[in-house]
């Protein structure tokens, strides 16, 4: 199919309104991934992720241009927050690299989260298969400003950079749990201001405390000082594409990509049943009513939500119902 | 057949840095419950129209208060012409004579905002004109 083809040999008009059909749910776009997805699996992805405002679109901007200099094609997917309220968003991350902007070997496409909690957007994931379709040889993945619990990128790239500031003191003992867990690079962002040192030490020392196995990968710290000394900022901006370099060799070499592109499969499966079950079945209840006269039903006790979704489950999947699949 | 979300990027060309204006707009279209490329200061046409690609939006807004409007807002619309992307419509806003409207017109521009036009009159003239049906 035309569109396909485009994609395949790399058009961007093609490929971002690929995206934009997903974020919007138009229903020729999932049989369009369906034939993508013999495409797929090729890139290597990151994802980048810390809280607002620590340099996640900065250090993603240096990271493509030291990704250039290897020739490598770059897909990046920036995502910021939509507001509850309205809807709306701004989506801002490409003021920070705008000098990629006319590049060809790179395709900057922002996304909006859309009620997604974890950090990403619910197209997220069909978004990087369109890229890697695209054949991009990295994609960069940037998530929303995140607290603590917003993790949702493990189980799409293959290694994460968590990126810290200092001067958030105390925090990183309530971070144990969470976003720290799931970094395979640190960076140190604004290296230059006070208490980057004592961050790495406690960075380090947390490191430590994990327990070590042989061989294992134990993620490296790298501090990056301020803008206003770019040699400095480009040398150790290239020295965490080094470091992510690395771990994607570690995976390799370990056969951790293995189990990471599994992780990365079950949540394709998951989210695949969500959109191909859930959403229909939501959409069904609503566009007949349904589902505001169950809320009215639960809201005055009549029933019970849970009698509620088995007797829906039992209505829609033929086997006859969740309970049934559980006796097989 | 769902809704499509608006999508548009706000952006100044050239050698112009107030963006006051385009921010305010920029905040104005979130709250209308638009996706906003916001995309700052001193860009290129080219710059301009590779991104508003990229991005898919279906509308580019163009802010200008240096005078350089002539010569940079035709320059975007034939860039997006020259990449097939003539379905994105581009407006323009900022300090333009009445004079130069025909020629802006001609040259591409579906609308033009000058000082005065209120907030809400842009978000309806967006709404009216962009479809949100495939």
């Known amino acids: ?58 250090l993603t901007d240096a990271l493509i241009a030291e990704l250039r200099k290897l020739s490598k094609t770059v897909g990046v997917l920036a995502v910021d927050p939509t507001s509850p309220f309205t809807g709306g968003a701004i989506l801002g991350d490409r003021v920070r690299m705008l000098r990629h902007a006319e590049d060809e070997g790179v395709f900057i496409r922002s996304l909006a989260t859309r009620g997604a909690l974890g950090g990403l957007s619910q197209a997220a994931g069909d978004a990087i298969h369109v890229m890697e379709a695209m054949g991009k040889d990295v994609i960069i993945v940037e998530t929303v400003g995140i607290g603590q619990q917003e993790i949702d990128i493990i189980n799409h790239a293959h290694s994460v950079i968590v990126v810290m500031v200092p001067g958030m003191g105390d925090e990183i003992q309530s971070m144990k749990a969470g976003i720290l867990e799931i970094a395979d690079v640190f960076a140190i962002n604004k290296a230059d201001r006070a208490g980057a040192k004592q961050l790495h030490t406690e960075l380090a020392s947390l490191l430590n405390s994990a327990p070590q196995s042989a061989g294992a990968w134990r993620p490296p710290i790298v501090m990056i000082e301020n803008l206003y000394e770019p040699l400095t900022f480009v040398e150790q901006t290239a020295e965490l594409a080094q470091k992510v370099a690395e771990h994607y060799a570690y995976l390799q070499e370990s056969g951790q990509l293995d189990k990471r592109t599994e992780r990365r499969a079950m949540m394709q499966i998951n989210d695949a049943l969500r959109a191909c079950i859930m959403e229909p079945v939501i959409d069904n209840l609503t566009a007949s009513g349904e589902l505001q006269y169950l809320a009215e039903k639960i809201k005055n006790r009549e029933i019970d939500p849970y009698s509620v979704a088995e007797e829906i489950s039992k209505r829609f999947l033929k086997s006859g119902g969740i309970n049934d699949i559980d006796k097989k | ?64 208060l240096s005078g ?38 001609e040259a591409g521009i579906k609308a033009i905002f000058t000082p005065g036009a209120t907030l809400d009159s842009i978000v309806e003239w967006i709404r009216n004109n962009i479809k949100t049906h495939d």
């Open chain 1, 1 to 58: 199919m035309e569109t396909i083809k485009k994609i395949c040999e790399g058009n961007v008009r093609a490929a971002s309104r690929l995206i934009r059909d997903l974020e919007d749910k138009l229903p020729h776009a999932r049989p369009r991934l369906r034939q993508l997805f013999k495409h797929t699996g090729k890139s290597f992805i990151i994802g980048i992720t810390g809280s607002p405002g620590a340099g996640k679109s900065t």
């Open chain 2, 1 to 64: 057949m769902p809704d499509r979300k608006i999508r548009v990027m706000v952006a100044k060309p050239g050698l112009d840095g107030h963006d006051r204006g385009a921010r305010i707009l920029a905040r104005c279209f979130r709250d209308a419950g638009f996706e906003v490329i916001y995309t700052g200061c001193h860009q290129t046409p080219e710059q301009i129209a590779a991104a508003a690609i990229q991005e898919d939006v279906d509308l580019v807004g163009l802010s200008c």
């Open chain 2, 68 to 105: 350089a409007h002539r010569l940079l807002f035709p320059r975007v619309v034939e860039l997006l012409r020259k990449k097939d992307a003539s379905d994105i419509t581009v407006i323009g806003g900022g300090i333009i004579p009445e004079a130069d409207f025909t020629m802006l017109y």
